[in-house]
Structure formats: C-alpha cells, structure tokens
C-alpha cells in the first residue's frame, strides 16, 4: 500500500516569521525548503513568473532532466509546505527596516514582518528590439547552450550579435553544430583576434543590421536583415542583457550593479548570499547571473543555512544575556507551550 502524505495547501499570511523570502524560483523554494527543515518560521512570497517560465523543460538538471518549468515549482512549494513553510501568491512591492527586522508590503495591501530577509527575485532578460525574438524566446530563440543546446543540435543555428558575450557565445554554439552564422546586427563587424577564432572555427559571419525573424507554420526558418535578404536559420542564440529584479530593496538603499561581465546588472554578494546590507540575503539569478536552476537551487539552500546560523548566534546571545540577568531560561515545556499556541496542529517541539 502507497502512503500519500496529503499537504494543507492555503495562502495563509500570519503577521511575522523568522525568514520571508520573496521570490519562489528554485533559489527561494530551496531556501525555505532548508529553513523550514530548521524549523524556522517562513514563508515565500512570489509572483509566480519564474524566468524559464517559456521553455517546455528544464534540462541538465540531475534527477529531474526535463521536468516542465511549472512542475518544478510546484513540487518545490508542496515540498516547503511539506514541512510547515508558507507558500503565498503574491508580488511584494515594497520593503523597509524596521527596528528589529523588516517591514515587507504586497501590492495587493497585505504586508508581513520578518527578522531576516531572503532575496530570491531573479532577472529580466532584456533583448534586443528585433521583431520576433520575444515571441520565440526559450523555444527556437535561445540564450543557453547547457539549457537548449543538445536540443537545437545540428540545426542551421543563428548568433545574433547583441553585446560584449556575442562571439563567445558564437564559439559555444559551435560546440553543438557545425552550421553557425554569426549576425554582427549592430555591433561593428568582428575584426582582429574575433575574426580570426571566427573564420578558425568555421562561423560564417554576416554584416548588417536584423530586421526580423521569419516565422511560418510556428517555425523559425530565417533571419531578415534590412536590405531584404533572408538567411535561412532553423534556431537563433542571442544573448539578452540580464537585470536583477531589485527595484522594491531600494529604501534599504540595495540597489543593482553593473556586473563584471558586462552581460547585466545584479546584487553583489559574498559566495554565502549575504548582501552590504545587514540582514538581507541573495540568492540565485539576482545575484548569479549565469546561474542555472541547479545552481540557483544551491545557492538558495547555502544563504538559508548561513541565515539559520545568524538566527542561531542572535538567540543565543540573548539568551546568555538573559540568564545573566538571572531571567528564567526558555525551558522545552515552555517551548511546547508556546509552539502549541501559535502553530496549533503543525506544531514541533517536546
Ligand atoms: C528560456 C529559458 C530557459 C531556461 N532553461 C534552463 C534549463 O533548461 N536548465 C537550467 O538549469 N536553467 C535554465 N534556465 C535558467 C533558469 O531559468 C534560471 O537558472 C532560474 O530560473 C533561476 O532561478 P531563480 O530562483 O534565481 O529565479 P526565477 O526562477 O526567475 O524565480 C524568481 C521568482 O521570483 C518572483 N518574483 C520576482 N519579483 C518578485 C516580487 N517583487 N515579489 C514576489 N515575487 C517576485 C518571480 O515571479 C519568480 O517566480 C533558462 C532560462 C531561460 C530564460
């Protein structure tokens, strides 16, 4: 006999918890995942826009290689829940410190306090204004070789010049066909050293700016520059300008930088997530922009453990200053007591 486990899904908001994270992607649901295991009050507030959200699968995911973008979050919020996080809907639209912690508000007028904050929020990929790449974004139209690689293997595969990664990508992409075209688009045509690993690797590089993709049947077949000729293509790379979604820190005065690729703007933090700011982590594609969603999902559990920590030095520093005071220390019945009290059913403790 299979035991289902069965999981009270609600979007409940109680006033307070020890950790919110905004942003339930990979990096946020495996951060509450590992904070509510420490049985850490918390919850996850998202917008419910993960940034592979067009793709129909996630790939080079151990264990879960091609498990749909919706399916992964799902069964990462059942997993949170699983074990008495709170999962809400909803976008935050603001945040501000408070004495002891964080004032976090929704657009929808709910709002929260937290003792500790997880940023999980991702990026936006920026592309460039060419009719046609939105549209095909995550199926024909591509960034990632590890994402989409092996699926676009051995097609007619167009790079479309757009920033400082273009040729590198072109030279990645070749990895996975020997049919590349680079499109200089409106970058200056390669020259010098470009040129020549260009030519070396056999990447056919057409000047000229993009007009449009050509789209029939639901199918990419081409590339159209502006003087009407059309470059038979099957799939098209380019690489978007990423920006972490940061806009709703800025009262905490936690604002985007220009990252040192040049490929978009993120949070910068230590490799544990912790942010100038203190009491605000990072995790996953606003701060990592290459992240991918086994790495996003690490990253979210490595800021969690280290948020537990602090938490844990916090306590205990209160509590030694509270026995030198001679006050009652926090007893396993009294932690029963009020564990009871306030989670009723879903309750821990002795
Ligand atoms: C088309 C495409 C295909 C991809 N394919 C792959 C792949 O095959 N394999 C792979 O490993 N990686 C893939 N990636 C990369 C993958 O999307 C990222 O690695 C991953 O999404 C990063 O996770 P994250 O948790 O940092 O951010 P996200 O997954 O983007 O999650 C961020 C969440 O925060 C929410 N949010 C944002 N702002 C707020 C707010 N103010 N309030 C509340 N919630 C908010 C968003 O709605 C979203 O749900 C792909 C990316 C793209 C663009």
Not at 39 to 60: C, E, K, L, T, Y
Not at 72 to 80: C, F, P, W
Not at 160 to 175: K, M, T, Y
Request: aromatic share 4%.
């Amino acid at each position: 006999m299979v035991a289902v486990e069965v999981v009270d899904v609600t979007d409940e908001l109680k006033n307070t918890y020890d950790v919110v994270v905004i942003g339930g992607g990979a990096a946020g649901l495996s951060g509450a995942l590992m904070l509510a295991r420490a049985r850490r009050s918390v919850v996850v507030i998202d917008a419910g826009a993960p940034r592979n959200a067009p793709a129909s699968g996630v790939h080079g995911l151990l264990a879960r290689e091609g498990i749909g973008p919706a399916e992964l979050v799902e069964r990462g919020r059942a997993e949170v829940r699983g074990y008495g996080g709170h999962v809400v809907s909803g976008e935050v639209g603001t945040v501000a410190r408070e004495e002891t912690g964080f004032q976090v508000a929704l657009a929808d007028g709910r709002s929260v306090r937290a003792r500790r904050l997880l940023l999980a929020t991702g990026l936006v990929d920026e592309l460039p204004d060419v009719p046609g790449l939105r549209s095909r974004w995550g199926r024909d139209v591509v960034h990632c070789p590890y994402c989409h690689g092996w699926e676009i293997r051995d097609q007619a595969i167009g790079v479309l010049g757009s920033g400082p990664l273009s040729v590198h990508q072109a030279l990645l992409f070749r990895q996975w066909s020997d049919d590349v075209t680079f499109f200089s688009h409106t970058l200056p045509s390669p020259a010098g050293e470009e040129a020549e690993q260009l030519a070396a690797r056999g990447i056919r590089v057409v000047d000229g700016e993009v007009a449009s993709l050509e789209i029939v049947d639901d199918r990419l077949v081409g590339v159209r520059l502006t003087d009407g000729s059309v470059v038979k293509r099957e799939a098209v790379a380019v690489a978007s300008r990423m920006v972490a979604r940061t806009g709703l820190l800025s009262a905490l005065g936690l604002r985007a930088v220009e990252h040192p690729s040049g490929g978009g703007e993120h949070i910068p933090s230590d490799a544990t997530g912790r942010t100038e700011v203190p009491g605000v982590w990072v995790a996953g594609n606003v701060t990592d922009l290459a992240a991918q969603v086994g790495g996003a999902a690490a990253a979210g559990a490595v800021a969690a453990a280290q948020i537990n920590a602090e938490l844990i030095a916090e306590e205990t520093r209160q509590a030694v200053a509270a026995r030198a005071r001679g006050e009652v220390p926090f007893s396993p019945e009294m932690e029963s007591r009020v564990c009871e009290a306030v989670l009723g059913d879903r309750r821990h403790g002795l």
